[in-house]
T-cell receptor
Framework: AQSVTQLDSQVPVFEEAPVELRCNYS??????LFWYVQYPNQGLQLLLK??????LVESINGFEAEFNKSQTSFHLRKPSVHISDTAEYFC???????????FGQGTTLQVKP | GAGVSQSPRYKVAKRGQDVALRCDPI?????LFWYQQALGQGPEFLTY????????KSGLPSDRFFAERPEGSVSTLKIQRTQQEDSAVYLC??????????????????FGEGSRLTVL
């Protein structure tokens, strides 16, 4: 069975500090990995994804995630956060043998001034 | 519209009442998904359509839950004899997927804002 675990339910951090949101997965087949973000009162939207190739993927707003097959992880990082990054972040897993995405429990990033 | 549209945005039902939640996907999107999101939790998969075919309904929690997409566009999620544990936000998402795609499961899911169901 496939699963996704987000190790932190809440991550408080001060503005301009670095942040890491952790995600681990379990799967017996090759996976695709995604980070989705949900800003307050909005729907989920794609932040970045890993399909194949380079293990480091980046988003347009400064987030990056690294696929680590040996540690079955896909942690999300940003070197300097802004107040506007306050949101709920979801890690998700897909694969070639199923059309659905499996989501983690979510991590609330709270950026404080 | 440009995005995925869900209605109603909020629904309050008495226990035992039937409810129907509607999803209008992005025009032309082949795949449509329903997820259930309980408070403080991540989205839990319910069911998935490719065009009008329901390819996976393994996440439907009981036979009180039923989904359809008869013409391959709009979808309805129906919950019969609602229970308090059905209270959640129901999310619909669509994905552009063509038969030319080499890896159709890699595409972005576009989510609606959800329908919040409260069962009293």
């Amino acid at each position: 069975a496939q699963s996704v675990t987000q190790l932190d339910s809440q991550v408080p951090v001060f503005e301009e500090a670095p942040v890491e949101l952790r995600c681990n997965y379990s799967s017996s087949v090759s996976v695709y990995l995604f980070w989705y973000v949900q800003y307050p009162n909005q729907g989920l939207q794609l932040l970045l994804k890993y399909l194949s190739g380079s293990t480091l993927v980046e988003s347009i707003n400064g987030f990056e995630a690294e696929f680590n097959k040996s540690q079955t992880s896909f942690h999300l990082r940003k070197p300097s956060v802004h107040i506007s990054d306050t949101a709920e972040y979801f890690c998700a897993l897909g694969s070639s043998n199923t059309g659905k995405l499996i989501f983690g429990q979510g991590t609330t990033l709270q950026v404080k001034p | 519209g440009a995005g995925v549209s869900q209605s109603p945005r909020y629904k309050v039902a008495k226990r035992g009442q039937d409810v129907a939640l509607r999803c209008d996907p992005i025009s032309g999107h082949v795949s449509l998904f329903w997820y259930q999101q309980a408070l403080g939790q991540g989205p839990e998969f319910l069911t998935y359509f490719q065009n009008e075919a329901q390819l996976d309904k393994s996440g439907l929690p009981s036979d009180r839950f039923f989904a359809e997409r008869p013409e391959g566009s709009v979808s309805t999620l129906k919950i019969q004899r609602t229970q308090q544990e059905d209270s959640a936000v129901y999310l619909c998402a669509s994905r552009l997927q063509t038969f030319r795609d080499r890896a159709p499961n890699t595409g972005e899911l576009f989510f609606g804002e959800g329908s919040r169901l409260t069962v009293l």
